[in-house]
C-alpha cells in the first residue's frame, strides 16, 4: 500500500533556528495538505499544494510541493517556541483514502 | 475552534465490548472522516462518508463501521473490541464538492482505552 515517509522524525532547535521536514510518498499525490498538531492537541490544517512545483509561503512557513508530486517539505524560518509540535504531510490516495505522513516532531528550545 | 465536536472525550472499555464514538461536524460540510491515532503515530484513515455513504476505507477490518446521518453529524462503531484499538479517534469534516477531499477540519478526539 502507499506509504507517506518524513524525515527527521525529531528535530530540536535553539529558538531562531530554522527548520525543515521532508516528505515523500511511494505514489504520485494529486495534492499534498500539511497540519500541525500540538501536544494533547488534534491535528490543525496549515495549507494545501496542488500544483507541480509549487511553492506558497505563510510568514515565517515555506510550502513545497515537488516537480513529481511525491515529495514535499515544509521549512520554518527563525523559529519561534509557538512552533512546537508535530508537522504531518497529508494526501489522497486511489480508492477516496488519505494517508498521514509519520510526522515530524518539533521542540524548540528558548 | 474548529466546530466540530465529538463525544465522550475519554471512555474506558473491556475486550470483547462494543463502542459507539460520536462526531458533529462544521455546518455546511458533506464529509466526514475518521482516523485512528495511536500513542507517537501519525492519523489512520479508517474510512470517510460522504452524503451519509461509505465512500473510502483504510486497511481497517469489517468491525469498525460507521454512519453519517442527514445533518451530516457521524457515528463510528467498533465491535469485539481489542487491546490495540486503544488509541485517539479523531473525526474530521471538509466540505466535498468534486474530486478530493481539502481542508478537513478536526474535532478534538475520543481516547479510547481497552482493558
Known amino acids: 500500500g502507499q506509504q507517506v515517509m518524513q524525515i527527521p522524525q525529531y528535530q530540536h532547535v535553539q529558538e531562531g533556528e530554522d527548520f525543515t521536514t521532508y516528505c515523500n510518498s511511494s505514489?504520485?499525490?494529486?495534492?499534498i495538505q500539511w497540519y500541525k498538531q500540538r501536544p494533547g492537541g488534534h491535528p490543525v490544517f496549515l495549507i494545501q499544494l496542488v500544483k507541480s512545483g509549487e511553492v506558497k509561503k505563510q510568514k515565517r512557513l515555506t510550502f513545497q510541493f515537488g516537480e513529481a508530486k511525491k515529495n514535499s517539505s515544509l521549512h520554518i524560518t527563525a523559529t519561534q517556541t509557538t512552533d512546537v509540535g508535530t508537522y504531518f504531510c497529508?494526501?489522497?490516495?486511489?480508492?477516496?483514502?488519505?494517508?498521514f505522513g509519520t510526522g515530524t516532531s518539533l521542540t524548540v528550545i528558548p | 475552534e474548529t466546530g466540530v465536536t465529538q463525544s465522550p472525550t475519554h471512555l474506558i472499555k473491556t475486550r470483547g465490548q462494543q463502542v459507539t464514538l460520536r462526531c458533529s461536524s462544521q455546518s455546511g460540510h458533506n464529509t466526514v472522516s475518521w482516523y485512528q491515532q495511536a500513542l507517537g503515530q501519525g492519523p489512520q484513515f479508517i474510512f470517510q462518508?460522504?452524503?451519509?455513504?461509505?465512500?473510502g476505507r483504510g486497511n481497517f477490518p469489517p468491525r469498525f463501521s460507521g454512519l453519517q446521518f442527514p445533518n451530516y453529524s457521524s457515528e463510528l462503531n467498533v465491535n469485539a473490541l481489542e487491546l490495540d484499538d486503544s488509541a485517539l479517534y479523531l473525526c474530521a469534516s471538509s466540505f466535498r464538492f468534486t474530486g478530493d477531499l481539502n481542508e478537513q477540519f478536526f474535532g478534538p478526539g475520543t481516547r479510547l482505552t481497552v482493558l
Open positions: 497529508a494526501g489522497p490516495s486511489t480508492g477516496n483514502q488519505f494517508y
Open positions: 462518508y460522504y452524503r451519509e455513504e461509505e465512500n
Open positions: 505514489t504520485t499525490l494529486s495534492n
